[in-house]
């Protein structure tokens, strides 16, 4: 009888180390990947456009973060609320295979002129753990200034930029004019000038402040845009790009 318990005993053990080892060797993940870490917004005459700012094509608010290191990273939720909500709303999933190179960014279209809006940022892996939320980005779009001139084919080499005030300019304070040529690169970018006269054209001749690449233009295609800065801190507006040629 002693030697049978001891037996049984000995089973009732082997079984109860057996299910503490399974529950130790589990392989279930519980760790969340780190808060997404926003890219610092750039200044308004700086050719490394990133962080948050507006684009040129529509009016879209474009904000930017690094991609993590993790090797079980699944994607990002982006969450967001206007001047005057108390709380986030979910307005994007951005999974990982969507995303190429070592940044990531979101454009967000559903956006109105002249309300700011706040973003955060969490990361979620494969096991559906998410992380704590990156520090908030803040934007608000102001109302597109319009390009004019030069566009199509010109001779002038040091050619005039103007352009129109657009809808709502009231609450642009400074303008900036940018040109690139057709690979993109900044040819010239303009220092800040001060916003005037909103019911006529501005007329700016380039380089007028010394700050192009070169004194004149060569023959060759290029692309120039004006951004409206806000008297607000991270507010403003970048217009459409106009394309011309110098024959």
Not at 103 to 118: G, I, K, P, T
Not at 194 to 203: L, M, R, S
């Amino acid at each position: 009888m002693a030697r049978t318990f001891t037996r049984f005993g000995m089973l009732i053990a082997s079984l109860a180390l057996l299910g503490t080892g399974c529950e130790r060797g589990s392989n279930k993940d519980t760790v969340a990947p780190d808060p997404p870490v926003v890219l610092p917004a750039s200044e308004c005459t700086s050719a490394d456009e990133q962080g948050i700012d507006a684009v040129p094509d529509r009016d879209r608010i474009r904000l930017e973060w690094w991609v993590g290191s993790e090797e079980d990273l699944a994607g990002y939720e982006i969450y967001r609320h206007r001047e005057g909500e108390a709380v986030d709303s979910l307005v994007a999933v951005l999974l990982i295979e969507e995303i190429s190179g070592e940044v990531a960014f979101y454009e967000d279209e559903d956006v109105a002129l002249q309300m700011r809006y706040f973003y955060t940022i969490k990361a979620f892996d494969e096991a559906n753990n998410a992380s704590t939320v990156s520090d908030t980005l803040t934007y608000m779009l102001l109302s597109k200034l319009m390009p004019d001139q030069p566009r199509g084919d010109i001779t002038d080499r040091i050619p005039e930029f103007v352009f129109q005030w657009g809808d709502d300019p009231l609450p642009i304070v400074s303008y900036v004019i940018k040109v690139t040529d057709v690979m993109g690169t900044y040819l010239w970018i303009s220092d800040l000038f001060i916003a005037q006269e909103y019911d006529t054209p501005v007329h700016i001749v380039y380089n007028v402040d010394g700050r192009a690449n070169s004194d004149s233009l060569e023959s060759a295609v290029y692309f120039w845009r004006v951004d409206g800065v806000g008297a607000e801190e991270y507010s403003g507006s970048e217009s459409y790009w106009m394309r011309f040629k110098v024959q």
